[in-house]
């Protein structure tokens, strides 16, 4: 079946205390995307990846980063949460000949206490 | 930049109600144009999109929208709806050979009153 995994689907932290977020797709997909859906302000980009070795910033990239060194995992990773990245992320991934069709995870929950 | 402005947070319907939703985005040159709609508890799914030819767009489950490039206006219809399209609907934007650089609105709460 095709489909976007991530995981944890729920995570309560503390200020501070790095923190991945794995993201997997098995499309082949080339590119990927990071989301954070906040209420009020719908879905922000934060980062996305063209392909393997290949991310940008979105919208909203301060306090993450990203790496896409295989082509179906793209992880999120907050070296030092703090408490306003408390938010539901989700990853996306579409084809390269079909790149307006993107396939959403089911999210992840962070809570940064 | 892009930007996307969807003026209705939150919607209220009787079931076989007609449905509007308003969505206008500004951008200076060609855009795709897409709907999502996000279940209570699920994942974004994609409704219907807009690239080019016919302004008038159908997708899954009744819905329709329409490209309006003089308004800049992609609006979400539906003539009945139904106590299962509760939901959250997200209206996006696309330039025209951007990396991914989708744009999304702030969203739009429909609630169907059985």
């Known amino acids: ?113 | 930049a892009q930007s996307v402005s969807q003026h209705n947070h939150h919607v209220i319907l009787s079931e076989a109600a007609s449905l509007e939703l308003g969505c206008n985005y500004s951008y200076g040159g060609t855009v795709n144009l897409f709907w999502y709609v996000q279940y209570p508890g699920q994942h974004l799914q994609l409704l219907l999109k807009y690239f080019s030819g016919d302004p008038l767009v159908k997708g899954i489950k009744g819905f329709e929208a329409e490209f309006i490039k003089s308004k800049f206006s992609f609006n979400l219809r539906k003539p009945s709806v139904q106590w299962s399209d509760t939901a959250e609907y997200f209206c996006a934007v696309r330039p025209l050979g951007g990396y991914q650089k989708v744009t999304f609105g702030t969203g739009t709460k429909l609630q169907v009153i059985p």
Not at chain 1, 19 to 24: A, K, P, R
Not at chain 1, 53 to 68: A, I, L
Request: glycine share 6%; proline share 6%; net charge positive.
């Open chain 1, 1 to 113: 079946e095709a489909q976007v995994t991530q995981n944890p689907r729920y995570l309560i932290t503390v200020t501070g205390k790095k923190l991945t977020v794995t993201c997997s797709q098995n499309m082949n997909h080339e590119y990927m995307s990071w989301y954070r859906q906040d209420p009020g302000l719908g879905l922000r980009q934060i980062y996305y990846s063209m392909n393997v070795e290949v991310t940008d910033k979105g919208d909203v990239p301060e306090g993450y980063k990203v790496s896409r060194k295989e082509k179906r995992n793209f992880p999120l990773i907050l070296e030092s949460p703090s408490p306003n990245q408390t938010s539901l992320y989700f990853c996306a991934s579409s084809s390269q000949l079909a790149r307006e069709t993107q396939y959403f995870g089911p999210g992840t929950r962070l809570l940064v206490l």
